[in-house]
């Protein structure tokens, strides 16, 4: 899973066959005509990150 696309269809798949999804997400593509750095200003995220006293990209 990616943290910006969070294909339920797969999701509820997964859940019925017992298979564990992990979540992942490119930290960005800062310069590039594709990319950007919207995952790392990700609000849930940097919530989840301080409440665990780590940083987004950990």
Not at 8 to 32: D, M, Q, R, T, Y
Request: proline share 3%.
């Amino acid at each position: 899973m990616n943290a910006a696309w969070h294909q339920e269809n797969l999701k509820k798949f997964c859940k019925e066959k017992g298979i564990h999804v992990s979540a992942w997400s490119p930290l960005g593509a800062n310069g590039a005509v594709w990319g950007s750095l919207a995952v790392m200003d990700n609000p849930i995220l940097k919530d989840i990150a301080i409440a665990s006293g780590k940083t987004v990209a950990q």
